[in-house]
């Protein structure tokens, strides 16, 4: 379907008498047809429609033969009324934008509301009569439509009332689809008459059409209006370029076919051979089109290492319509078996539509010579949709008519996710300035991707969107508590921009219960929320917009981290005490000798232990398996028997060292340290290794107010969201290359952030839990 190209309707034949006798029918002229079916309709009872009317009502019958072409009449005879006297800049009547706009949305196939609506959009707006007055003859529904295409005063928007306009037309648009339909025809037609405003204006308004309604309407599928859009946009901002393009255009038209419309006959006979009914046609390019082509082979180099020319399947492509969907693949079978296809250029958008419910099979094939030609494949109703977007589709059914539907079923164009997004994000936005760059950068896309969550959720995005839009598109709430994301089953940084098709899975923290306590008292416990680097990554107003706001609401706090001794434990004197307490561990053999517990695998009780003399008569005590200690033995050094004492307590309380691995995110160590602190355990040291691949490891000394506390500590660390891991260290075996200390620990293992290259588990206690958040055995 083409639109006629930018002809005003003044000065055109407006009725079959002006027109004449093109073509004889019979022995009556179509002039006297024309009369006699005046005379039928007179005859009928029906009123007389104007002379002005009648090519649109020719081209309204093709697709609406029962239409009501007295509602039609009234409208054109109020609007003719209204805005007699009113000329355009052109020098034309007034009257003749309406007309010409109702003629775009008659040929897009509009239904008759939405001409009547049409025809009277520019009323209330620009001459005396009111809404009031439109819904009192025509009804509520086009006195809705013809409100949402009227603009806002300047006198009482000033700068904003350009902004202000547009967020009252898509606020209009959620409930109406047809509102913004209007408002594209409208642009259009103003867009062909261009030529009449001044320089300044004309790339004012061709700037805001390409930022703003072009991208509206493929959103809303009507490439026919987006192509011609695109044009006159080129034409009036780039118009050196745009006159090469045409030039290269008008000189191909010219020559003979001898590349495509060949290979549309051979393809088409060999459908035919098969039994697959087919229409095959070339499809030229608008000159938009071929322009990004052309780009395209300049910048790629030829076999001779110089960029390419144009080439002659460079100027359209092969549109294949076929009746039914499975005759859409049987069409791709004989194409990629009868040619050669191209790796990577096959895309199946008929069983995964696009955002715009467009839908077709693109391919491409390599001819015989070499030459490349791209082919699309759809049934008839694919290709009306493709075409013409949600026009296609009819009128909105009443309010009454569509209480039983789904309310969360956001499949319909009227209401596309895209739009429900874009509605939801405006409200936010108050200022006028902030609404305008976040509309325009929403719109900047010039496509949208689909992910699918593991959990089987489709996801529309705009392209180069990440996983921080992913996740706030799921919900504020999942977007504020999420702490890593898996796409394509490998853990990435949220960061990362998703493609077309990923498979995602969006990781976050349980949902926090209780209070804690901060400086300013006790407070509901909450998720641990998004980062200011968040920003950054966000794509989306959605994302930005609600992190933005949860960053208003929460300043920057500084964790209370309770350290040092434990509420179990006597606070230290100013001054030493003489007081003696038994060791912890006793020695076979050794009685009284000093014990040193080792830092670098901080034995506890029950440990499995085991002694080794060092210098000074004292003994070393590791955990059985300890990498330190078995190179003490390796060394030459005797392996004492050693056992706990139940009543012997070391001078500084039993101290462990604990590893918690985690998926990196805001506030991990102010939660790990509360856990801790909530478990009545100090800590004496804390190490934070940089983040690796998305994750980071926590290393603590914690001193425990009795040994049976480790096992309940190790369970509160893990259920710290993000944490999959929390385990005891050991010094890692270096094959000797390092050397206990005098008093017994590897002086390197604590603190060493890359070095640790394993870590032991403690027998008394190893809880896992993988990196998605799934529990491993709890021993």
């Not at 200690?629 to 604990?658: D, F, I, K, N, S």
């Not at 000394?701 to 500590?713: D, I, M, N, R």
């Not at 993000?722 to 890692?732: E, F, K, L, M, T």
Request: contains cysteine; charged residues 25%; proline residues 8%.
């Amino acid at each position: 379907m083409t639109i006629e190209a930018g002809q005003s309707l003044t000065g055109q034949p407006t009725s079959a008498r002006q027109a004449g006798a093109r073509r004889p029918l019979g022995e009556l002229g179509r002039a006297a047809l024309g009369r006699a079916g005046r005379a039928a309709l007179l005859a009928t009872g029906r009123p007389p429609v104007p002379d002005a009317l009648e090519p649109l009502v020719r081209v309204h019958r093709e697709h609406h033969p029962q239409a009501d072409l007295g509602l039609l009449a009234r409208a054109y005879r109020l609007a003719e009324a209204s805005h007699r006297g009113q000329k355009r800049k052109s020098g034309g009547p007034y009257i003749t934008h309406p007309l010409a706009v109702t003629m775009i949305l008659a040929q897009l196939g509009a239904g008759t509301t939405t001409l009547v609506a049409s025809l009277l959009h520019d009323t209330v707006e620009d001459t005396e009569l009111t809404l009031d007055q439109v819904s009192a003859g025509f009804g509520p529904e086009v006195a809705y439509l013809v409100d949402g295409v009227t603009k806002l005063e300047k006198v009482d928007f000033g700068a904003a009332a350009e902004a202000e306009t547009f967020r009252k037309m898509l606020v209009a648009t959620g409930d109406d689809v047809r509102v913004m339909v209007i408002k594209l025809a409208d642009r259009l037609h103003n867009m062909r008459t261009i030529r009449h405003m001044k320089p300044a204006s004309q790339v004012r308004i061709a700037k805001v059409t390409r930022d703003v309604l072009i991208p509206l309407a493929e959103r809303l599928g009507i490439q026919v209006l987006k192509a011609e859009l695109e044009d006159i946009v080129f034409a009036t901002l780039h118009p050196e370029e745009h006159a090469r393009t045409r030039a290269l255009m008008a000189g191909h038209e010219g020559e003979p076919d001898t590349l495509l419309a060949p290979f549309a006959r051979l393809l088409a006979r060999q459908l035919s051979e098969t039994g697959v009914a087919a229409e095959v046609t070339v499809r030229p390019r608008h000159c938009v089109s071929l322009h990004r082509v052309l780009l395209k082979r300049a910048a790629a180099p030829g076999p001779d290492g110089r960029p390419q020319g144009p080439q002659p399947a460079d100027f359209g492509r092969l549109l294949v319509v076929v009746e039914e969907n499975a005759d859409c693949y049987a069409v791709l079978g004989e194409l990629h078996t009868c040619w050669t296809p191209l790796p990577g250029e096959f895309k199946d958008f008929v069983a995964a539509p696009k955002f715009n419910l467009y839908q077709s099979l693109h391919t491409a094939v390599a001819l015989s010579g070499g030459t490349v030609v791209e082919v699309l494949v759809r049934t008839r109703r694919m290709h009306e949709v493709a075409e013409t977007g949600v026009v296609a589709l009819g009128d909105p059914e009443p309010a009454g008519a569509v209480q039983d539907a789904d309310e969360l079923d956001r499949t319909d164009p009227a209401r596309p996710g895209w739009l429900s997004r874009l509605l939801e994000w405006q409200q936010e936005t108050p200022d006028p300035d902030a609404f305008w760059s976040a509309l325009t950068a929403d719109l900047a896309g010039d496509r949208e991707i689909t992910v699918v969550t593991e959990s089987g959720e489709t996801l529309q995005l705009r392209a180069g969107a990440t996983c921080v839009d992913a996740a706030y598109l799921l919900g504020e709430e999942t977007g504020h508590r999420c702490i890593g994301a898996r796409v394509n089953g490998r853990l990435t940084a949220l960061s990362t921009v998703l493609q077309d098709g990923d498979l995602l899975a969006v990781l976050t923290e349980a949902v926090p219960t209780g209070t804690v306590l901060t400086e300013d008292g006790p407070r509901p416990a909450e998720p641990s929320g998004p980062a200011p680097e968040w920003l950054a990554h966000a794509r989306t107003p959605a994302a930005r917009l609600a992190i933005e706001r949860w960053l208003a609401d929460h300043p920057a706090r500084l964790p209370a981290v309770r350290t040092g001794p434990s509420s179990g434990q006597p606070v230290p004197p100013a001054h030493r005490t003489t007081e003696r307490r038994p060791a912890p561990v006793a020695v076979a053999g050794r009685p009284g000798a000093p014990v040193r517990l080792a830092r670098c695998c901080t034995p506890v009780p029950p440990d499995e232990v085991a002694g080794y003399p060092i210098r000074g008569g004292a003994v070393a005590v590791h955990r059985t398996g300890c990498p330190a200690g078995e190179r003490m033995r390796a060394a030459g050094r005797a392996e004492l028997e050693v056992r706990w004492r139940p009543e012997g307590t070391p001078a500084a309380g039993h101290r462990a060292t604990l590893r918690a691995e985690a998926l990196n995110r805001p506030r991990l160590l102010a939660d790990l340290t509360a856990a801790i602190s909530a478990e009545d355990v100090g800590i004496v040291s804390a190490e934070v290794e940089p983040p690796q691949e998305l994750r980071v490891r926590h290393t603590y000394t914690v001193e425990l107010p009795e040994p049976a506390a480790l096992p309940a500590l190790m369970r509160a660390m893990l259920k710290v969201s993000g944490v999959y891991d929390v385990s005891r260290p050991q010094a890692p075996d270096t094959g000797g290359a390092r050397h206990s200390g005098e008093n017994g620990d590897d002086r390197s293992a604590p603190g060493v952030g890359p070095s640790w290259g394993i870590h032991g588990r403690s027998t008394a206690f190893s809880g896992h839990r993988s990196p998605d958040g799934t529990r491993g055995p709890e021993g």
